[in-house]
């Protein structure tokens, strides 16, 4: 999916634009656990979150993420902005809630990273 | 043109706006000054057209072919008002400058006045200010990449010409405790070094996600603060973080996945989870945690690049 089919998908409204619309989007993951998505996001892929604070970039920033999805049209401070700025983010903001946002977004085609155990070592 | 180049230009005319591409010091004629006047004004200022007020209204425009169609009908001394185009097509200060290619292009407009949302006049868009100004952001974006390029051949063979056994590259990082809003500006100086040094993208991942946990555990868990080094060597990276905070009671306890002393403020921005240290170890090739209370701690993280991949600048020569 690319990032503009993604975002047509949401009804999303991009915040911070630095990532071509024609960018193709791997797979999606959620997640309000900043550990979470440090364990298991993956490179390329687009989180979305309920959470809005600047830490959010600096997580998916390690995570290799650069796509985030703001759910129920949370609108992140002025420093979450800026700092995606600077680190080549795009953010986007969608009415949906979190489930409709994934639903909405693994109907349309977009995958998951599959079955996960914490236990084995595999990145 | 690659296709780089013309996305970078598309881009900036959808997110540039008419007021950062435009004059600001237009030259103006007034409706009751003489087209002669207007000509002389136009001669000097060496401009082909200008936009005439009357009083700080927008009254119309003049350009050179009014002025020889003047010429012709021997009409100098009469007033710019009678021969001005009255039907101005202006834009808008805040308009994208996708807006108004189109007026200067496909419809041939050479000219656009900028106006405010009140109608004062502000400014004057031309094909010449608005290259010039799209040419300067192509040129700025262009020595930034350029800059980056360089930043990392440097980096990269930094090792080369140093003669030794053995060399390592060591870089520490101070961390503040309890300062949130910069968490995880070490981790961020620590993952563009390591990209610029050309470490394999996975391993400068696997070290980006572990250095990160770590400079978080520095944050909200001592009240001192603390230092990260990372020592780089051809085959390997160790990541250590100190710090002389209070120490941890049960190191078997808070090694196990969600033990967690966080306050709820922290937990509450989606850390805390108790996760930190399970997930240093899954991303390292070795973790060590060495504690006691009163005593500060000290976390070691290994990553070895492995046999296959090439270390620092990727031509370091291995020993037999």
Known sequence: ?123 | MTTQEITKVQELIYTTRVEQVMASNVVVLQASMSVADAKALMQTKRISGAPVLDGSRLAGIVTMTDVIRAMEMGKLDAPVSELMTTSVRTAFKDASVVEVVNSLGREGFARLPVVDREGNLVGILTTGTLIRSLLHEMDISFQKKETEKIQTYRASHIFQDILSDDTSLVLRYIVDDKDFANAGKASSMIKRSLQRLQIPAPIVRRVSVAVYEAEMNLVIHTDVGGEIMVDIRRDRLAVSAVDHGPGIENLEQVLQPGYSTAPEWIRDMGFGAGMGLANIKRCSDMMKLLSEPGGGTRLDILFLFGDNVPGVGGKGEKKS
């Open chain 1, 1 to 123: 999916m690319t990032l503009s089919e993604l975002i047509d998908v949401l009804s999303g409204k991009v915040l911070v634009e630095n990532i071509g619309g024609d960018e193709e989007i791997p797979r999606g993951g959620a997640a309000d656990l900043m550990s979470d998505v440090l364990a298991f996001g993956t490179e390329g892929m687009v989180l979305m979150t309920g959470l809005t604070n600047p830490q959010v970039v600096r997580t998916a920033e390690m995570a290799g993420i650069n796509v985030i999805v703001f759910v129920r049209d949370k609108t992140p401070p002025q420093e979450t902005l800026e700092m995606a700025g600077d680190a080549g983010m795009t953010l986007i903001s969608t009415g949906y809630t979190m489930y409709e946002a994934c639903g909405r977004l693994y109907a349309a085609g977009l995958p998951g990273r599959g079955p996960v155990k914490i236990e084995n070592d595999s990145w």
